[in-house]
C-alpha cells in the first residue's frame, strides 16, 4: 500500500512511519520543517511542505492509496490568542487543503487524526464515539476538523477520524514531560487529581493505526485510547513508585491555571474515554492497564 503521512515526523509520525515501512508499505511523509527533526529511513520519501498552505505538495496525493493526517502544532503551551490562532489553522487548513486535492474514486482511505478533547470537560461520564461533542475551544476545534476530514467521503473515500488520548511513549509525549518532574522530586497530581486520565501506549495506537487502514469495516470516529483509563492522582502514584520517588507534590489548579492559560483547564478536568468502536471491530489490545504500560516505557527509556 502506498501511504502519505502529513506531520509525519513529529513524535507519533516518526514511530508510525518505521512501522508501516517495517511492514512493506511505500511511505511518503511531509512535514514543515524535515531538517530539524530526527532524520526518516532513506525509504521514506520526505517532503518539505506547510500543509497550511496549498503547495506542490499537493500532488502526491493522486499517487497514494491511503493517506494519515497528524498534521498541527502542539497544543501543550500556553493558549494565548496567538497560539489558539495557530493551533487552529495549523488543523482546519491543512486538513482542508489536503481534503481538496485528494482524489476522487472508492478504495483510498483517509485516517484523520483527532483528540479526546472533543467530548470537552465531562466529569465521571463515561465516552464512547456515541457521546455528543463539548462546546469548549478544543472541543469545538476538534469538532471543525473532523468536519473537514468527513468531506473526504464524498470523494468516495472511506474515512476514519481518530481522536487520540494522551499517547504514552517513550521518546516525548507527556512522560517526557512528567518523568524529569518526578525524578527532580517534584512530581504529583495536578489539581484535586480526580480527573481522569485516557492513555494510549505507543505500541497499541501503531497497532490501532494499521488495523483501522486494513479494517474495511471501520468508518467515522474510534477512540484511539486503552479501555482502562485511570484518573490522574493514582497515575501519579504509580509513576512515583516505579520510579522510586515520591508523588505527594500537588499542583495546585490555579497555579497551573496561572501558568498555563486556558489549557490549564484542559489538564484539570480530563474525560474518561472508552474506545467502543475498536472493541467492537475486534482490536486486541497489547497494554490495557497502564501499569504495564508504564513499566514498558520506563524499561525501553
Not at 489536503?98 to 483527532?114: K, Y
Not at 476530514?149 to 517526557?176: D, N, Q
Not at 504509580?238 to 497551573?256: A, D, I, V, Y
Request: aromatic residues 8%; proline residues 6%.
Amino acid at each position: 500500500m502506498k501511504v502519505l503521512i502529513t506531520g509525519g515526523l513529529g513524535f507519533i509520525g516518526t514511530q508510525l512511519s518505521l512501522r508501516l515501512l517495517q511492514k512493506g508499505h511505500e511511505i511518503t511523509v511531509v512535514d514543515r520543517s524535515p531538517g530539524r527533526k530526527p532524520r526518516a529511513p532513506a525509504e521514506v520519501r520526505v517532503i518539505a511542505a506547510d500543509t497550511a498552505r496549498p503547495g506542490p505538495w499537493q500532488e502526491a496525493l493522486a499517487r497514494q492509496d491511503a493517506v494519515i493526517n497528524l498534521a498541527g502544532t502542539s497544543i501543550f503551551r500556553r493558549w494565548t490568542d496567538e497560539a489558539k490562532k495557530a493551533i487552529r489553522e495549523s488543523r482546519i487548513l491543512a486538513t482542508r487543503n489536503l481534503v481538496d486535492a485528494f482524489p476522487e474514486g472508492a478504495g483510498r482511505v483517509l485516517v484523520s487524526a483527532s483528540a479526546v478533547g472533543y467530548y470537552g470537560p465531562r466529569g465521571d461520564e463515561t465516552l464512547t464515539e456515541e457521546a455528543a461533542p463539548g462546546n469548549d475551544f478544543l472541543a469545538t476545534l476538534c469538532r471543525e476538523w473532523e468536519g473537514e476530514a468527513m468531506e473526504a467521503a464524498s470523494k468516495g473515500a472511506r474515512v476514519v477520524i481518530t481522536r487520540f488520548g494522551i499517547v504514552l511513549g517513550k521518546t516525548g509525549g507527556a512522560l517526557g514531560q512528567m518523568i524529569p518532574a518526578f525524578k527532580r522530586f517534584a512530581g504529583g497530581p495536578l489539581g484535586s487529581g480526580r480527573q481522569w486520565f485516557s492513555w494510549i501506549h505507543m505500541e497499541d495506537l501503531l497497532g490501532a493505526m494499521e488495523f483501522v487502514l486494513e479494517k474495511e469495516a471501520i468508518r467515522g470516529p474510534a477512540n484511539f485510547t486503552a479501555p482502562n483509563p485511570v484518573r490522574n492522582n493514582d497515575l501519579a502514584l504509580l509513576l512515583g513508585r516505579l520510579l522510586h520517588r515520591p508523588s505527594r507534590l500537588r499542583t495546585p489548579g490555579f497555579l497551573l491555571r496561572l501558568a498555563m492559560g486556558e489549557f490549564g483547564s484542559v489538564l484539570l478536568e480530563g474525560q474518561r474515554v472508552i474506545p467502543a468502536a475498536l472493541l467492537r471491530h475486534g482490536y486486541a489490545f497489547r497494554y490495557p492497564d497502564i501499569e504495564a504500560a508504564l513499566r514498558d516505557v520506563l524499561e525501553r527509556s
